[in-house]
């Protein structure tokens, strides 16, 4: 069965919000691997479980036609409500029945979405819709986050200890992302393929920003709808301890969000 937890229309407006574009380094991969593998002109790109479509509008200069799908169609109203690129449209479909033709599509990415599907069915949705040489590629943020602001090393422990609260409200299929996508990865029949870990990124937010980010989990939003009251207590709470350690008053001010990612890339054979 499809895991639905990004329905919520507070929730997907919070995506919009604050989820960022997926880290320069990692997009360069992506499109210097498709430019190995299958040579231009690139026609078709599909990002699947693409939220509010941060990791599709970056897509848009590299392909005629960029489609994103989603499983929510409250992700999907926000993404179509964002300016966007004229040559991107979006789909509330599932990741593993996209509505594109067999052998059509040059690219398939999935950006922190891949470990919610169905893998079995998804794997062979992508055999179905990418052309010889077309390629797949998966990437995910892993926890173990650091947050840094000047010399206190106090940020990163407040960030562990929400990890831990929120570790009890985590749903089974978040292990394919503690364990870097391994099993996702074996799991891909095609012998081209790679898997990227130990890549950090590190992105300058401001302290609401990063408050905001933690409310976007998966497990945070659990909390909010079965203890409503704790969880935004908790988020309250957090965010003062954060800007006690900071010794300022306003969320406004920058800290720096270190992130470890993991990149799958794959190749189908002719
Ligand atoms: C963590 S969000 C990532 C969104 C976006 N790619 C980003 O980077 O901000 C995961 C998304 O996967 C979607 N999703 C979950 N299961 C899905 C499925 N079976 N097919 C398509 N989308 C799915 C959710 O609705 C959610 O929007």
Redesign the pocket.
């Given at each position: 069965m499809?895991?639905?937890?990004?329905?919520g229309k507070e929730h997907?407006s919070y995506?919009q919000k604050y989820?960022?574009?997926?880290p320069q380094d990692i997009q360069d991969m992506i499109i210097s691997y498709l430019g190995e593998k299958l040579p231009k002109p690139h026609v078709l790109a599909v990002?699947?479980?693409?939220?509010?479509?941060?990791?599709?509008r970056i897509l848009a200069p590299h392909f005629e036609r960029v489609l994103g799908?989603?499983?929510?169609e409250a992700?999907i109203e926000e993404a179509k409500k964002a300016a966007g690129f004229s040559n991107i449209t979006f789909s509330a479909?599932?990741?593993?029945e996209v509505p594109l033709g067999d052998a059509s599509v040059d690219l398939i990415t999935?950006?922190?979405?891949v470990h919610?599907?169905?893998i079995e069915k998804?794997l062979k949705e992508v055999d179905r819709i990418l052309k010889p040489h077309g390629c797949l590629a998966f990437f995910?943020y892993l926890p173990s986050m650091e947050v840094h602001y000047k010399n206190r090393t106090e940020m990163s422990k407040v960030f562990t200890e929400v990890e831990d609260v929120l570790a009890q409200y985590k749903h089974e299929k978040v292990h394919h992302v503690q364990t870097a996508y391994k099993e996702i990865y074996e799991a891909i029949p095609y012998t081209d393929k790679k898997r990227l870990v130990d890549m950090v990124t590190k992105i300058p937010m401001t302290l609401a920003e990063l408050i905001g980010f933690i409310q976007?989990f998966?497990m945070f939003q659990t909390f909010l709808s079965r203890e409503p009251e704790k969880a935004k207590d908790f988020i309250k709470t957090t965010e003062q301890r954060f800007l006690e350690i900071m010794e300022v008053s306003s969320n406004e001010t920058k800290v720096d969000v270190w992130l470890n990612n993991v990149l799958v890339l794959a190749s189908k054979p002719k």
């Open positions: 499809a895991t639905q937890l990004f329905e997907a995506y989820r960022f574009s997926p990002d699947v479980g693409c939220g509010t479509g941060q990791s599709t799908t989603d499983i929510s992700q479909s599932p990741a593993e999935a950006c922190a979405a919610w599907f169905n998804f995910s976007t998966s």
